[in-house]
């Protein structure tokens, strides 16, 4: 098989695209290889020189000269790349050709979609989308209701009795000064933060991103006494980590634990019919902060994250996360259309990142955390366990020699 997989990596607006094509063919011991770009498809001829050795060619540079010594009907085997429906490419715009192995990068000009050519661009009336785009979180806790709370490993309820909420409350996020959430800033009423931490009444139920946060009196007294002298806030029965604890608050995380309201056990939050509730809710955390993030921006901003997981007392991990591209258009092929000896290419929306991993707060996560421009939150042990396998195999969509750049690893949202 020639083609195994194509990434590519629309640039609409910079009018270009970068091409991944992975191949089932080693070029360091055969690079018989042509690349024809044409305005409406990518076509690749490969010949195979294996019985005759007075044809063949070890030098990578023979892909330039292949089409002065072949035809393209002496190909063995030839396949079109169609991208006339998402772009339509400048011909002999190839930059940046590099062949590793089985993987052939390199780098195309496009056309303005809107009309005109490459050095004039006809812009619509209406060519800012103003719609946000993204997963919108639903919150299934009632006020009023009797409610528990379990662990989701094994269903222990963590809960007191009879527990009702009668206020649910979005928290701000917190990058700002929660002094200034309130009109009463110098501490007026019980729920005034103290120190800047929000102490929630006892049928307060305040909730941010994928935690909440409850007052521990309203959990059960096992529980509480279980998690007396701990930081991190455990199942009494199965030990499973669950959340965090904080003089009287505990900040419990959507993908730990579940809530019991009218006879039915679910999940407090959903944006979506999650397969991995870690790996969704650690994506719907980056994507929820960098729209935050860039509140108020006609175009994206590279936003900087620091999500951080608390193991133990006196264990900390961090994940750097740097936003380079929020909604990144990304053409990958149909594995199944391509064993039918036909490809088609399927076009969604993506976040491209650069991350690194941190098992301790060292002079380079100080420096994130202490910038201003930096906005950070805590997640759950599963986020981050779950969460860092996606980046790691999203990663793996770009060939070897690109997933890496200045000690970040390249990687992806949702591909």
């Known amino acids: 098989m020639l083609i195994k997989d194509i990434f590519i990596e629309l640039r609409s607006r910079l009018r270009s695209c970068n091409v991944f094509i992975t191949t089932g063919i080693d070029f360091t011991k055969n690079c018989n290889l042509k690349i024809s770009i044409q305005a409406n498809c990518i076509v690749l001829n490969y010949y195979n020189d294996d019985y005759d050795r007075s044809k063949r060619r070890d030098s990578l540079s023979s892909i330039e000269s292949l089409s002065d010594c072949y035809s393209e009907d002496e190909c063995d085997v030839s396949c079109v790349i169609p991208v006339r429906q998402y772009c339509q490419i400048i011909p002999n715009s190839m930059s940046c050709l590099k062949i590793d192995k089985s993987t052939i990068s390199f780098r195309l000009l496009t056309e303005p ?189 590279m936003c900087k994250i620091v999500l951080e997981c608390t193991i133990s007392t006196a264990k900390k991990q961090y994940l750097l996360i740097w936003v380079m591209d929020k909604e990144l258009q990304v053409l990958r092929n149909d594995v199944d259309t391509i064993m039918n000896d036909k490809i088609e290419l399927q076009s969604t929306s993506v976040t491209k990142i650069l991350f690194k991993v941190e098992f301790c707060l060292n002079d380079e996560v100080e420096s994130w955390l202490s910038d201003p421009a930096v906005v950070s939150t805590d997640i759950s042990k599963g986020m981050f366990s779950n969460g860092l396998a996606h980046l790691q195999k999203m990663s793996l969509k770009v060939p070897e020699p690109f997933r890496n750049t200045n000690g970040y690893c390249v990687s992806y949202l949702k591909v």
Not at 136 to 150: A, F, P, S
């Open 113 to 301: 979609k809107n009309g005109g050519n490459f050095y004039k661009e006809l812009l619509t009336t209406n060519n800012f989308d103003s719609s946000t785009k993204g997963n919108v979180l639903k919150l299934n806790v009632d006020v009023g209701e009797n409610t528990k709370i379990t662990c989701s490993n094994c269903s222990n309820v963590i809960s007191g009795n009879s527990l009702k909420f009668d206020r649910i409350l979005e928290l701000p996020t917190a990058n700002l000064d929660m002094s200034e959430w309130f009109c009463h800033g110098h501490g007026h009423g019980d729920c005034a933060p103290t120190n800047g931490v929000l102490t929630p009444n006892k049928s307060d139920f305040l909730y941010r991103l994928t935690f909440f946060v409850i007052n521990n009196s309203v959990l059960s007294e096992k529980t509480n006494k279980f998690n007396s002298k701990r930081e991190v806030y455990h199942c009494n029965r199965c030990l499973a980590w669950l959340g965090l604890k904080n003089k009287d608050t505990v900040k419990l995380f959507n993908s730990e634990v579940k809530i019991q309201q009218n006879d039915s056990e679910h999940l407090v939050f959903t944006h979506k019919t999650p397969e991995d509730i870690h790996t969704d809710d650690f994506i719907y955390t980056i994507e929820y902060m960098t729209r935050e993030f860039n509140l108020g921006f006609q175009y994206t901003v």
